[in-house]
């Protein structure tokens, strides 16, 4: 079983900026990329970015790119996501995701959850 926790959420004014972890841990026998993605109340959850088990690859949605950073330390099984320039409309829920494997944008696709954190950007 894996388990997943994510921390760093919170109130901020719009412009500014917060980072988000998730702590990986229990059995990841594998390879495995790692998937950020956030719901909003009232919406369906959306892909926000992605990472490759090497950290060569990464996708970002076009409402994030420029602004957001993915990353990764696999030796602390640890993902990131560096946000800057928020916006109002960056409020919502933001949950990690473990795909074994390659990277998918595809929520479906992904095998593991952490709880999820709130991020409310203020205007």
């Known amino acids: 079983q894996v388990q997943m926790v994510e921390s760093g959420g919170g109130l901020v004014q719009a412009g500014g900026s917060l980072r988000l972890s998730c702590a990986v841990s229990?059995?990841?026998?594998?390879?495995?990329?790692m998937g950020w993605f956030r719901q909003a109340p009232g919406k369906e959850r959306e892909f926000v970015a992605t990472?490759?088990?090497?950290?060569?690859?990464?996708y970002y949605s076009d409402s994030v790119k420029g602004r957001f950073t993915i990353s990764r330390d696999n030796a602390k099984n640890t993902v990131f996501l560096q946000m800057n320039t928020l916006k109002p409309e960056d409020t919502a829920v933001y949950y990690c995701?473990?795909?074994?494997?390659?990277?998918?944008?595809?929520?479906?696709?992904?095998?593991?959850w952490g709880q999820g954190t709130q991020v409310t950007v203020s205007s």
């Open positions: 995701a473990l795909k074994w494997g390659t990277t998918s944008m595809r929520a479906h696709e992904h095998n593991y």
């Open positions: 990472i490759s088990w090497s950290g060569s690859v990464t």
């Open positions: 229990g059995r990841t026998f594998s390879s495995y990329a």
